[in-house]
């Protein structure tokens, strides 16, 4: 029976004709002949091994790291990590520092004066609901890091130093596919993405929303998939590469 050499080790693999695909007994490597025949003379495996053979492209061109993603892999353990921080939050910042200051500065006066009617006081306290709402947004916009931790057991989402709604934990064999959406355009006209798990009953769950740029969901997606071993496929409404 024909042999052909190891890629990997070099150790001779002994090979049937017509068999495209070998292991090596030897390392384990797998190799393709590329429409190489064994049973072929050796100057002509050479001449078809040598010539452009058509390969599959992939499903997805590979997504380059984006800013704002740090990743650590050491084999086991996939981690990485988003900040949530953008420019964008400075003005904002800057609008809250006055709207909670107005509002301070009129619950002094308020609280200051005896005489002062309760309308006073009642009427402000829808304006303190914002306050309290956007200056919270904000400083978790400002500090907050999103960690998403991959491992043959499970998923895990966390959202710190601000506490914030979103933390999960995932069993890894409930996971189908990860895919990034697109959600619903924003007052300037700008888009935002989250990214998405399918779980095998065909559920989705929410993993990161109000992702400015699509890359960073996407890049996600395609290392926890790496790191899972989970074969890349077309969900309907993602966002394609």
């Given at each position: 029976?024909?042999?052909?050499?190891?890629?990997?080790?070099?150790?001779?693999?002994?090979?049937?004709?017509?068999?495209?695909?070998?292991?090596?007994?030897?390392?384990?490597?797998?190799?393709?002949?590329?429409?190489?025949?064994?049973?072929?003379?050796?100057?002509?495996?050479?001449?078809?091994?040598?010539?452009?053979?058509?390969?599959?492209?992939?499903?997805?061109?590979?997504?380059?790291?984006?800013?704002?993603?740090?990743?650590?892999?050491?084999?086991?353990?996939?981690?990485?990590?988003?900040r949530w921080f953008s420019f964008g939050y400075i003005p904002l910042l800057f609008?809250c520092i006055a709207w909670d200051s107005f509002l301070f500065f009129w619950y002094?006066?308020?609280?200051?004066?005896?005489?002062?009617?309760?309308?006073?006081?009642?009427?402000?306290?829808?304006?303190?609901?914002?306050?309290?709402?956007?200056?919270?947004?904000?400083?978790?916009?400002?500090?907050?890091?999103?960690?998403?931790?991959?491992?043959?057991?499970?998923?895990?989402?966390?959202?710190?130093?601000?506490?914030?709604?979103?933390?999960?934990?995932?069993?890894?064999?409930?996971?189908?596919?990860?895919?990034?959406?697109?959600?619903?355009?924003?007052?300037?006209?700008?888009?935002?993405?989250?990214?998405?798990?399918?779980?095998?009953?065909?559920?989705?769950?929410?993993?990161?929303?109000?992702?400015?740029?699509?890359?960073?969901?996407?890049?996600?997606?395609?290392?926890?998939?790496?790191?899972?071993?989970?074969?890349?496929?077309?969900?309907?409404?993602?966002?394609?590469?």
């Open positions: 029976m024909p042999t052909y050499p190891c890629e990997n080790c070099g150790a001779p693999i002994e090979v049937r004709p017509r068999e495209l695909a070998i292991v090596c007994r030897e390392c384990g490597y797998e190799q393709r002949l590329s429409g190489v025949d064994p049973g072929l003379e050796p100057a002509r495996q050479q001449e078809l091994k040598t010539s452009p053979v058509a390969t599959a492209e992939p499903l997805e061109p590979l997504v380059p790291q984006p800013s704002g993603v740090l990743i650590d892999d050491d084999g086991y353990r996939l981690r990485i990590r988003r609008f002094a006066a308020a609280f200051g004066d005896p005489n002062a009617p309760w309308l006073m006081v009642l009427f402000p306290v829808f304006h303190v609901a914002i306050g309290v709402g956007l200056t919270y947004a904000v400083l978790a916009g400002l500090l907050n890091t999103t960690t998403i931790t991959a491992d043959p057991q499970e998923l895990v989402v966390r959202h710190r130093p601000i506490p914030w709604s979103g933390n999960l934990n995932l069993p890894v064999q409930e996971i189908r596919q990860l895919f990034v959406k697109r959600e619903k355009a924003r007052r300037n006209n700008s888009e935002a993405y989250s990214l998405h798990a399918l779980r095998t009953n065909r559920r989705q769950v929410k993993l990161l929303s109000g992702l400015v740029d699509a890359s960073q969901g996407q890049y996600i997606e395609q290392e926890v998939e790496r790191h899972l071993g989970i074969a890349p496929e077309r969900v309907k409404g993602e966002v394609k590469h």
